[in-house]
């Protein structure tokens, strides 16, 4: 939302082959999310950073590997020991002054053909 | 690890009908939060609620807090078809990570 974008909104690859998903934002927020949600579901953390430099493993973690390496970055690698990789992936970063909602970007659907 | 429950799953209403979406969790949270997802869209924060027994109202949209702070509800007044989407709770995670855990979440659909 806002300042956080996503890239692209639609994506395609064949089985087998690792796929990167961009999100940026430019408000200058220090922890960047990220969530898979599959139809029907509701959303799930994949990895999450709370500062440049540092990322943590969220619940379902497995098949997937992330970066920080810029504040206003936090690509996502969907590599292929992703057993089901199709789904909806949606990056998000919370406001500081310890709020803890979280404003989403508009998110990428992966499908693995 | 913590979760909560949210039901009913899908929900179908004639436009004008109310409906209400529940989250239920085993523990006692510190807050809950409530979002928005429009069909083919990404999750919109509508509102935090942090106190025992809380209400709070944006126009037909009715939040409640439980006094044990066990469970929550959103209730819509009187639908309309832009109240379609998918509706989700979320609760914060363990430790002071800012990770949120989410309900599985309520689909409305309004027939006109």
């Known amino acids: 939302d806002g300042g956080i974008t996503q890239s692209p909104k639609y994506l395609f690859r064949k089985e087998g082959q690792n796929v990167t998903l961009s999100c940026e934002q430019n408000l200058n927020h220090d922890a960047m999310y990220w969530y898979r949600q599959d139809p029907g579901q509701g959303l799930r953390l994949i990895y999450y950073?709370?500062?440049?430099?540092?990322?943590q493993k969220g619940d379902i973690a497995e098949g997937y590997s992330v970066s920080r390496e810029k504040k206003e970055s936090f690509p996502l690698t969907v590599t292929s020991a992703q057993k089901n990789p199709t789904a909806f992936y949606l990056c998000?970063?919370?406001?500081?002054?310890?709020?803890?909602?979280?404003?989403f970007g508009p998110g990428t659907r992966l499908t693995v053909l | 690890g913590q979760q909560v429950m949210q039901i009913p799953q899908y929900q179908h209403v004639q436009e004008g009908e109310d409906f209400t979406t529940y989250c239920n969790s085993s523990t006692t949270l510190s807050n809950i939060q409530w979002y928005k997802q429009r069909p083919g869209g990404h999750p919109v924060f509508l509102i935090q609620l942090v106190k025992s027994g809380e209400v709070k109202k944006q126009k037909r949209l009715t939040f409640q807090f439980g006094e044990a702070k066990k469970n929550s509800s959103l209730h819509i007044t009187a639908t309309q078809t832009t109240d379609v989407g998918t509706y989700f709770c979320a609760v914060g995670g363990s430790g002071n990570t800012g990770k949120l855990i989410f309900g599985q979440g309520t689909t409305l659909q309004v027939k006109p």
């Open positions: 950073s709370q500062i440049v430099n540092d990322f």
């Open positions: 998000a970063t919370p406001p500081p002054e310890g709020r803890n909602e979280q404003f």
